[in-house]
């Protein structure tokens, strides 16, 4: 199973090399990596212990960050680095000003010893998922700490399955893990993995946190005036098909689109879709007539959990596709939130529908029906805000428990 491990990987490699020739965000991938170990000699001092921490992505970033911070705040003098798999974490977090950022080099043994080597971790600390065989064993063989947080274990997975067994070894390496919920707890106990508790989304701080204090926007505030808003976060251009059903039937209303990708065909394609007219973020300010518009377009990147503050009800993209967004940034702010059919792998989704918070759409209809009841429902909102305050404190308890077991 190793050597079809190793296969894979290098497959994987090739087709990124592949797809770079035409696709930007892998050749984002495949150069990001080329001067990887230039950038860490630069930067990072082998002699001096530093904790490291991975993330997939921007979304897992975000996940983990109230971890990261809080460990700084209490050890400031420790240096802190942070690895991306995904170009879309990396190039927006690249200046993070608290950690020495790099892409994280394909998990290769060599790779692995090399890396580890050249930041001289005194632990590891991966978020929600991402297991890398060699980077694992190589923490496990030095004796270095290695905590998987917010972690979330479905039942299909590979590590419960009859052929597994590789990937078991995979997680055997991992010291302590902080799980989600009850069945990723009794999933891993079932393999034989005891070390673990249940400790909750560390999301629920962070988002909770970014509601207590949210940077203000005049210029969205000016846009919306007092107009009643639908705020479309990270979405997709199935999500954006949809929803273009709704300007016309509401003109009292203000939506404000702030699409996941934000080149400028996809830019280009939203507002062919919402033929009424829109403006772009990038534009309003010069052109102040625009804030008659009934669409904002959001052609950047950052602003979309700001954003939340400003809407009524949210709608989440990604639904229609792998997956949904994050919800939790929306109901933070007491937005109920609705989102296309792809959400089974999101706890929170499932618990924001159980408690009337949420609703799951495929249709134009659906949509409809679901936008009019939330427009109207104060109790969706008061639920929607509760939950995430009721969710929140997974990072006290993950920091009390790291920190009492190996001192930073």
Known sequence: MLLLYIIGIRVYTLLIRIFSLF???????????KNSYTQIVQKINPNEKHIWFHFASLGEFEQGRPVLEKLKSLYPAKKIVVTFFSPSGYEIRKNYALA?????????????????????????????????????KELKDKGIPLYVI??????????????GGFYRNILKSVTYFFVQNEE??????????????????????????????????????S????????????TWPEDEKILSALPEKYPSWKFIIAPHEI???HIESIEKQFSIGSVRFSVLEAQISDLKSQILIIDNIGMLSSLYQYGNVAYIGGGFGTGIHNTLEAAAFGLPVIFGPKYDKFQEAKDLIAIGAAKSISSVEELIGAFEDFAKNEDAAAQAKRYV???????????????KSDQP
């Open 23 to 33: 696709n930007p965000k892998a050749k984002l991938f495949i150069n990001g990596r």
């Open 100 to 136: 020495d950022v790099f892409y994280l080099p394909i998990d290769t043994a060599a790779n692995a010893k090399r890396f580890i080597a050249s930041i001289n971790p005194e632990m590891a600390i991966f978020t929600k998922y991402e297991f890398w065989h060699f980077y694992f």
């Open 150 to 163: 917010s972690g979330i274990f479905r039942e299909n997975q590979a590590f419960f399955k009859w052929y």
């Open 184 to 221: 990723s707890k009794n999933l891993l106990k079932s393999i034989g993995l005891n070390n673990v508790t249940i400790n909750g989304d560390t999301r629920f701080d962070r988002v909770y946190e970014n509601a207590q204090s949210p940077k203000q926007l005049s210029l969205i505030e």
């Open 223 to 234: 846009f919306i005036g007092n107009s009643p808003t639908l705020v479309c976060g990270s």
């Open 263 to 265: 080149h400028e065909s």
């Open 389 to 403: 305050a009721d969710k929140k404190g997974a990072t006290h308890q993950i920091i009390s428990m790291i920190t």
